[in-house]
């Protein structure tokens, strides 16, 4: 299985812009509410994922996630217009 640069670079840019939701700020710890505990099961789902194809290294399935993420992605553009 092949995943290119571009690829990489998007899954890494897009946890971290996730994960940063959940760091402490200048004024001390963020709030932590239901949303966020929510989201950060989300998150470790989809990393679960991730990772499950990458040890298996299952071309089908990649393919299948990152035609998902591409999507969802267009979606919330879409939805920013």
Do not use: C
């Not at 299985?1 to 994960?19: A, G, P, W």
């Not at 509410?33 to 789902?45: A, D, E, F, G, S």
């Not at 499950?52 to 299952?58: A, H, L, R, V």
């Amino acid at each position: 299985m092949i995943i290119s640069n571009n690829e990489k670079t998007f899954i890494i840019l897009l946890v971290r812009d996730v994960l940063t939701k959940f760091v402490p700020n200048n004024s001390g710890l963020q709030h932590w509410n239901t949303r966020y505990v929510k989201q950060l099961k989300t998150i470790r789902t989809e990393l679960k994922e991730l990772l499950d194809i990458i040890d298996n290294k299952d071309a089908k399935q990649m393919k299948q996630y990152l035609t998902k993420i591409r999507s969802n992605v267009k979606r919330d553009v879409d939805a920013l217009k």
